[in-house]
């Protein structure tokens, strides 16, 4: 499976961005799918999960309430949908794919390339 990541960009404090992760393969559809970010001198953190089906959806604390993630399997993407940003949202965020949902990065065998988000005060 390959992964593409798309969608980021500049966004002031309260605004939205949707991101978008294209895969290839015909075997998308049979994996879990989750968000990640690194933000600048921080280590990579769990942003939000999603299983096969989109019958399930996980999300880290800090983005609860905030972020959305689903999936379009027709279309072999997943997206994330993020609202009322905040500075500390600030990262690049990776879209990966697992056999099973996780929050574990090392349960996660494909990465995307990363897109940047930056949100300004």
């Known amino acids: 499976v390959q992964l593409q990541a798309s969608g980021g960009g500049l966004v002031q404090a309260g605004g939205s961005l949707r991101l978008s992760c294209a895969a290839s393969g015909r075997t998308f559809s049979s994996y879990a799918m989750g968000w990640f970010r690194q933000a600048p001198g921080k280590e990579r953190e769990f942003v939000a999960a999603i299983s096969w089906s989109g019958g399930s959806t996980y999300y880290a604390d800090s983005v609860k309430g905030r972020f959305t993630i689903s999936r379009d399997n027709a279309k072999n993407t997943v997206y994330l949908q993020m609202n009322s940003l905040k500075p500390e949202d600030t990262a690049v965020y990776y879209c990966?794919?697992?056999?099973?949902?996780?929050?574990?990065?090392?349960?996660?065998?494909?990465w995307g390339q990363g897109t940047q988000v930056t949100v300004s005060s």
């Open positions: 990966a794919a697992s056999p099973w949902v996780s929050s574990l990065e090392g349960e996660y065998d494909y």
